[in-house]
């Protein structure tokens, strides 16, 4: 049980990487908050915990809005007395964000908000939390187009992304004398709906998997995966980290035929 006695939120447990990484923290022996906007598949996540044995509670919760992350963490403390991980990672990927050029304002602006702006107020509210809890561990979700520039372009993705990076330092770097981690997961590409309705013909598919040396689309579990080893002591001496987990698309030059 490699989270055996700790508390932890994740936002975006409704769907994807989050769902998995909240079902995964639960099955290591984390008490969990589930934290998403959409009520009731995020009630699905923790009932699902329930069922197994764990212990969850459902919060919804918008996390651009900072009320309503203030009440986040305060229902996880109320529910279990103490916070210890922080999984940052509810996000959007508009289908309206393009380029420079064709990109509106408000494109932007929604982006930025839920994808930056919401990973701010998270750690704004849990910092505090943590340090009450006598440390812990924080993992923000950004991207390895946070990395590398991407052909098909995303730019208001892309932009809040470099800031979830960005920030995700400036705070481990802040926080680590206080024993506080704080990291950011780098996904590659992944099987997930929030992917696979951007790239939405097989034509754009393969135009991102040909940059990835396994061949493959990365798993939501595979994140999770890693979310966890963030999570646990494991990764006692890891902070300010942009990891990556991406089948070795930002390693690669050429990729294999
Ligand atoms: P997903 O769409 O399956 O899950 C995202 C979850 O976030 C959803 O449940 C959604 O309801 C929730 N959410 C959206 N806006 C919210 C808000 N304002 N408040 C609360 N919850 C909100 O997508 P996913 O692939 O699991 O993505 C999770 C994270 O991983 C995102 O930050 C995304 O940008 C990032 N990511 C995904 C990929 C990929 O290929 N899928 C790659 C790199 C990074």
Redesign the pocket.
Known sequence: MRLEGKVALV?????????ETALLFAANGARVAC????EE??AATAAAIVADGGQAIAVT????VAAEVEAMVAATIDAFGALHVAFN?????HPEDGDAVETDEHIWDLTMR??AL?VFLGCKYEVPAIRASGGGSIIN?????AIMGAASPQIA?TAS?GAVLALTRELAVVHARENIRVNAL?????R????MSFLDTDEKKQRRLVHVPMGR??E?VE?AQAALFLASDESSYVTGSDFVVDGGLTAAYVTPE
Not at 141 to 145: E, M
């Open positions: 936002t975006g447990a409704a769907s994807g990487i989050g769902r934290a998403d906007l959409v598949d995020n919760a918008d996390v651009a990672n509810a996000g959007i990927m839920i994808n919401g979700t950004a991207s390895f187009v993705y992304k780098c996904p590659g590409p992944l997930t709906e929030l992917l689309f990365g939501a994140m």
